[in-house]
T-cell receptor, first 112, second 115 residues
Framework: DAKTTQPPSMDCAEGRAANLPCNHS???????VYWYRQIHSQGPQYIIH???NNETNEMASLIITEDRKSSTLILPHATLRDTAVYYC?????????????FGTGTRLKVLA | GAVVSQHPSWVICKSGTSVKIECRSL??????MFWYRQFPKQSLMLMAT?????????EQGVEKDKFLINHASLTLSTLTVTSAHPEDSSFYIC???????????FGPGTRLTVT
């Protein structure tokens, strides 16, 4: 079973920040939080990952609560091309060799 | 960045036949690859872990005799759907972690339709 829960869907106005929450209350100390997104009929695309500190890259920011039981992915200025299903995954290594168990994800729709 | 390809991108086959799907890591070697299946409007479901030089590890409920996985080299894993039936129609996606990577790279997927 997936170790994460996310809201099934969200809408966001174009140009505004999209904040996507994820609960991972059973996360272990050695597990990282990964975010991927899947645009229709394509393979998932890596966005960002983190352990306990907040992270930022060119695509997004990741905010992890101090107790690590939840996190939020922030797309600072959403565009129509950000419309996708966003998956939050916890995995015990950063080597990438551990299998991913996908939850249901959040279907983000960016509105013009 | 690292690229994973799949071939074919879509395939239609008749019920009872077998179909092979290839997953290649184009610019890195992958000792491990993963195969997922995704039905319409559903999430990805992990089917198996493909291990170079050893047998694949299948998830519970996945028939290993029906979904044959061969990790032929450090850049190629194949999934063969044997005696396909209409209920095997799905979107099949592979992923591979690069040796020094943090994330996994996913292929573009293969859409299988069994008629």
């Amino acid at each position: 079973d997936a170790k994460t829960t996310q809201p099934p869907s969200m809408d966001c106005a174009e140009g505004r920040a999209a904040n996507l929450p994820c609960n991972h209350s059973t996360i272990s100390g050695n597990e990282y939080v990964y975010w991927y997104r899947q645009i229709h009929s394509q393979g998932p695309q890596y966005i960002i990952h983190g352990l306990k500190n907040n992270e930022t890259n060119e695509m997004a920011s990741l905010i992890i609560t101090e107790d690590r039981k939840s996190s939020t992915l922030i797309l600072p200025h959403a565009t129509l091309r950000d419309t996708a299903v966003y998956y939050c995954i916890v995995s015990p290594t950063t080597s990438g060799t551990y299998k991913y168990i996908f939850g249901t994800g959040t279907r983000l729709k960016v509105l013009a | 960045g690292a690229v994973v390809s799949q071939h074919p991108s879509w395939v239609i086959c008749k019920s009872g036949t077998s179909v092979k799907i290839e997953c290649r890591s184009l610019d890195f070697q992958a000792t491990t690859m993963f195969w997922y299946r995704q039905f319409p409007k559903q999430s990805l479901m992990l089917m198996a872990t493909s291990n170079e030089g050893s047998k694949a590890t299948y998830e519970q409920g996945v028939e290993k005799d029906k979904f044959l996985i061969n990790h032929a080299s450090l850049t190629l894993s194949t999934l063969t759907v044997t005696s396909a039936h209409p209920e095997d129609s799905s979107f099949y996606i592979c992923s591979a972690p690069p040796p020094s990577g943090i994330e996994q790279y996913f292929g573009p997927g293969t859409r299988l339709t069994v008629t």
